[in-house]
Structure formats: C-alpha cells, structure tokens
C-alpha cells in the first residue's frame, strides 16, 4: 500500500511551485505564435551541400527578409517570414541557391492569411474552453450518486487545468530560448492531452466510487488510498505503452511533428501524476474539511465575540 494521501502537502507543493513557474514564464515571455495564428509562409528546406545557420540569415537579410525566423531541425531547416507569394517563393529559392552556392529541396510549404490565422487562433480557444466546461458537466453527471459530485468534476477540471499550464508554460520557456513557435497542431495536442488527463482521472475517480459503494472503509481517506493503489499498475501500464508510442514518433515522425510529439509527451507525464496525486487527494481534502489546516491564509479569521 502505497500512503498517496499521507504525502499529498508535498505533491499539492510541488504542483504549486510547478504552475507558478509556468505562470511566470508565460506572463514573461509568452507563446511565439506560428502562421497558423498570425499569418506568413512557412517552408522547411533541405540544402545540399549543407550551410551554417548564421550564413543562411544573412543571405536572408541580403534578400530582403531580415525578420525571418530560422530553426535547425537535424539536417534541414525550418524558415517563417513574412506572407509571400509563389513568384516570390520561388525568387526567394534561386537567390539562396545562388548566394549560398548549394541546392536546395522544398520539403514543406504552407501559407496563411491574417484572416484565416485570427479565426483558428480564436476557434483554438473556443475549443478548450468547451472542452473543458463538457468535461467538468459530464463528471459531475456520471457522479451524480456521490455526494457533492460537483467537486469530483472540479477536481478532475483542476487536475486538467494543471497538466494544461504545464504543456503551455513549458512551451513558452521552448519560444523563448529556442524560437519555437506554437500552431494549430500544438492546440491539437493540449487538446489530446486534455482528453488523455480526463480519462486517467476518471477511471481512478469510478474506482474511488466503487470502494465508496461497497463500504471498503468509513475512513474516506483509505478509501481513495486503497483505491489509488489499485490504479496505480493500470495508470502505468496505460502511461508506458503510450510512451513508446510517442517516442517512435518523436524519433522517426520527422521534424515536422516534433514539437507536437514532445507536447504530448510533457502532457501524458503531467496527466498521470496529476491523476494520481492532484486529483483524488483533492476529494480527501474537500470531504475533510482540511482547507482550514493546509492553507490558512484562504480561510479569514474569526470575529471575536
């Protein structure tokens, strides 16, 4: 038996230390968006013979594209600028042939008007936001026969909210230091890390219900423990067999799908501590009562008589 709510203060620290870092890092730097939300081209080249990244910037810069944003990615590199148009696609091209003495292969090419990119980014927040109100509605409905089944969807909504700022947060440290841009496919895979957290915290959640039901313990507290130790070998094997999955794809996906992959990866890791140790221990402390205890400081104090 594993003592999960013996040790849930350090969990409910580390998360906190965790979500305040993350809430500085996008309050500091904030997300680098990609053309998906802003508009521009993007194109990933292969160059052959293979030139430094600082000689392909300034014959970006002598061509007329100092804004340029260049990210290496193995052998190719990944070029967002400006919206440009086919004619001066292919100008551009030549001119780095030509500059840089080398020949080039057009591995990728997208273009996205301002228009288009202001919708997606707004239709990207229309969808979490969704999301999460469904999901904290259904929660609250297949736990109806619990008492207060409320706080069971907003534990499991607080578990998300966690996994969620720390995919966000760490990507806004990654647009920082290394120029990484967010797109629609990274709002595709907070929205998959999203569904992956709900489905963990539910089945640790139906598995507390069910040692509730059948009156394992008065003791709400080694209900959940009992119930979490029960989990814990499913969650793992369910976290493992994912994870090899996704550093297949991290591995041999192509750089395209890279930081997606990765995104996913920080997302399966915090979903299933967050499982485990945010959201069934949270019950406990809203069942016992323990606000009061472990943070003073939300609880005023009492008026003297």
């Not at 297949?142 to 947060?169: C, E, Q, S, Y």
């Not at 089945?203 to 423990?225: K, Q, Y």
């Amino acid at each position: 038996m594993i003592d999960f709510i013996g040790k849930k203060q350090w969990f409910f620290l580390g998360s906190a230390i965790m979500i305040i870092v993350m809430i500085i890092s996008l309050s500091a730097f904030k997300l680098q968006p990609g053309i998906d939300f802003t508009g521009g081209t993007s194109m990933t080249l292969s160059f052959t013979p293979q030139v430094e990244q600082n000689q392909l910037r300034q014959e970006l810069t002598a061509l007329g594209y100092p804004e340029a944003i260049i990210q290496r990615s193995e052998d190719n590199f990944f070029i967002r600028t400006k919206e440009i148009s086919v004619d001066e696609r292919q100008s551009l091209i030549s001119g780095l042939e030509t500059g840089l003495d080398t020949e080039i292969l057009v591995l990728d090419y997208n273009t996205v008007s301002p228009v288009i990119a202001k919708d997606t980014a707004r239709n990207a927040g229309i969808a979490v936001i969704i999301a999460a109100v469904a999901m904290l509605i259904y929660i609250a409905w297949a736990f109806r026969r619990m008492p207060k089944p409320f706080r069971w969807g907003t534990g499991a909504i607080i578990a998300l909210v966690h996994d969620v700022l720390i995919v966000v947060g760490v990507f806004a440290i990654l647009g920082q230091v290394a120029n990484v841009e967010v797109n629609a496919m990274f709002i595709t895979a907070v929205l998959t890390v999203v569904g992956y957290s709900i489905n963990n915290t539910v089945v640790v959640f139906d598995r507390i219900r069910e040692n509730r039901t059948r009156g394992l313990s008065p003791d709400f507290a080694v209900t959940v423990n009992s119930s979490l130790t029960e989990t814990l070998a499913r969650s793992m094997n369910t976290s493992l067999t994912t994870l090899c999955v996704i550093l297949a794809l991290l591995l041999f996906g192509g750089a395209t799908i890279h930081y997606f992959v990765l995104a996913l990866l920080i997302g399966l890791l915090a979903g299933t501590y967050s499982s485990l140790c945010i959201a069934a221990p949270l019950l406990v402390v809203w069942e016992k009562g323990e606000w009061r205890q472990m943070f003073p400081w939300l609880s005023f104090p009492k008026k003297a008589a």
